[in-house]
């Protein structure tokens, strides 16, 4: 007989290879079914239903949960603003490994609404990227003259081309990252002397 505990760790894993999946599935075809979601998810579709009613509910699950795990990867990335020509590196090197979820998110116009809407409260502890940028303008380490935010866009947008990228099988996965970097790297990374 299994414990409450183990009964809820194991519906928790169900629920977030299927939160996972939906996100994976979605980033390369908005058009994918829960049938297709509950196949990548491995779990039959009576239990995705289980779990999300409709295809409604699970984006809008998706949505709070990839934005989760794109806030994870930047507390991850152990983010020093005295340091931040590393701390973007490893920024990215996470962006990249959730490349899924930032797809899925951004890779859809439509899917702006449904984030605005989405009941997701950011952490407050969570490391500032914007910040981390400016002060690495301050510090000389990236152009001062174009706007923190614009780099942020710059970096979100490398790490979507560099997923398309490893998608349509220019880029090997592993390729994705040092990919990424070296255009950052060439195009924001202010220039000495």
Do not use: C
């Not at 001062?144 to 942020?152: L, N």
Request: hydrophobic share 45%; charged share 25%; no cysteine.
């Amino acid at each position: 007989m299994s414990s409450p505990a183990s009964e809820s760790g194991t519906r928790n894993r169900t629920r977030r290879a299927i939160l996972s999946a939906a996100a994976s599935a979605l980033a390369r075809d908005r058009t994918a079914t829960l049938a297709d979601i509950a196949e990548r998810a491995e779990v039959g579709r009576s239990t995705l239903h289980r779990y999300f009613a409709d295809r409604e509910e699970l984006i809008r699950a998706a949505v709070v949960d990839s934005l989760a795990a794109i806030e994870a990867s930047v507390k991850d990335a152990a983010v020093d603003f005295a340091e931040p020509l590393g701390s973007i590196r490893r920024l990215i090197a996470g962006m990249v490994e959730v490349g899924d979820r930032i797809a899925f998110l951004f890779g859809d116009p439509g899917m702006h609404q449904v984030m605005r809407d989405a009941p997701w409260a950011p952490d407050p502890e969570a490391p500032s990227v914007i910040e981390l940028i400016r002060s690495g303008q301050r510090q000389g380490v990236f152009d001062d003259q174009v706007p923190a935010a614009w780099i942020q866009q710059v970096i979100w947008a490398l790490t979507y081309s560099g997923w398309e990228s490893a998608e349509r099988g220019d880029l090997p996965r592993h390729g994705v990252t040092p990919a990424v970097l070296r255009a950052f790297e060439n195009g924001v990374v202010a220039k000495t002397g």
